[in-house]
Structures are given as C-alpha cells and as structure tokens.
C-alpha cells in the first residue's frame, strides 16, 4: 500500500491568500484525522471524519478553516484567508486497527 | 490540564545501551489506548507501539517495549541496544473512551544517540 498521501509538500503563500491542502488515506481505512504540528503548540487534532462525516471539529481554531471529505479517497483543509500564524506541519493521518498512519505532512509557510 | 506529560526535553544515550523515556497520562475513562510515535528529522510520524487500557501484558514490538503502570498512569517506552538511527523525537499519545479514536499527544523527548 502506498501510506497516507500528502500534497503539496510545501506551500508557500501570502498572507490573504486561499490554501488548500489535500489527502489521500489509506485504502479501507474509514477514520481520517487532520493534525497541525507548531513549536509553541505542540501536534493537536484539528477535525476527523469517519466514513466521510465530520466527527469532531472542536479543535478547527477559528472559521477560516474548513474541512471536507467528498469520498472515502480524498479530503481537503482549506484556510481562507490565511494568517502568518497558521505556518506550521499539517498531518493527515487514518486509522488501522488500533494505530493511525500519518501522512508526510505539508509544511506551509504564509508570508 | 495536560492529558499526556513528557517531562523529559531531552535525553543522549549510548549506542547499544537502553533509553527510557517517561510518558504519564490523565484520563477518567476505563477505556483508553496509549501510543508511541517517533519523529525523525525528516519530519514523518512513524507508529511504534500500542497499549490498552485492558492488556494485561506489557506490549512489545522489536526493540521497542512499553512499561505500563497502570495504578501509577505511566506508559514508559524502553527502547533496547540503541542505534544511530533511533536519533529522533518521540511522543507518547492517547485515545481516551471506547468510541472517541482522537489522540492528545505529549510535547515530545528528543533522543540522541551517541556512537
């Protein structure tokens, strides 16, 4: 199996402008988990689905982010508009049997 | 109040020597899971090790072996003969309730390992 795919890698933009970070889990895999990774903040849990709907959402800091999960395959983060502060590692990851596998992650800086 | 605490910022150690690396929790539920992940500097998360709340045996895995004290709420990681390439960051994490599958993770122990 091919893991948790991440893209982009690395995203650079200026503040103001839309970011969109996207994920692929694993296959039959039916959690998906988004993580934000800071210095100050430590790894926290932002969303998670489970077979495509939103379980928890409680840690999404504020209205501009947004997740979705169309299909069991594919799910976006979008930031809008994005802030200096929400540099950071972006990790999807999605549940085996016990563990969750993540992804390479996306480092986004905002100028 | 902190869910998971790693008092340890950082640690070196020996290679082919044992490191333990501290991990207490704090949680209410019967039901919970206790995790280790490792960081390398390359960034990825990579799963080592589980433990239930409800496994009596102490869960093992290679080298790497999980001391868990229930009554105390301490799931140590033992990481036996060390090598250069366990240089890394390593969090403790946990899933409390037996629905609930979202991890509170600790803020890390960096080790070094030392040729």
């Known amino acids: 199996d091919a893991g948790v795919i991440q893209s982009p890698r690395h995203e650079v933009t200026e503040m103001g402008q839309e970011v969109t970070l996207r994920c692929k889990p694993i296959?039959?895999?039916?959690?998906l988990f988004w993580y934000r990774q800071t210095m100050m903040r430590g790894l926290e849990l932002l969303i998670y689905f489970n077979n495509n709907v939103p379980i928890d959402d409680s840690g999404m800091p504020e209205d501009r982010f947004s997740a979705k999960m169309p299909n069991a395959s594919f799910s976006t983060l979008k930031i809008q508009p994005s802030e200096p502060r929400d540099s950071a590692v972006y990790f999807c990851?999605?549940?085996?049997?016990?563990?969750?596998?993540f992804g390479p992650g996306t480092r986004l800086t905002v100028l | 109040a902190q869910k998971i605490t790693q008092t340890q910022p950082g640690m070196f150690v020996q290679e082919k020597e044992a490191v333990t690396l501290d991990c207490t929790y704090d949680?209410?539920?019967?039901?919970?899971?206790l995790f280790w992940y490792k960081q390398p500097s390359s960034g990825e998360m990579i799963f080592l090790i589980y433990q239930g709340s409800y496994d009596e045996q102490n869960a093992t895995e290679g080298r790497y072996s999980l001391n868990f004290q229930k009554a105390r709420k301490s799931a140590n990681l033992v990481i036996s003969a060390s090598q250069l390439g366990d240089s890394a960051m390593y969090f403790c994490?946990?899933?409390?309730?037996?629905?609930?599958?979202?991890?509170?993770f600790g803020a890390g122990t960096t080790v070094t390992v030392r040729a």
């Open positions: 296959s039959g895999h039916d959690y």
């Open positions: 994490a946990m899933r409390e309730g037996y629905y609930d599958y979202k991890l509170s």
């Open positions: 990851a999605s549940r085996g049997y016990h563990e969750q596998f």
């Open positions: 949680t209410s539920d019967q039901s919970y899971g």
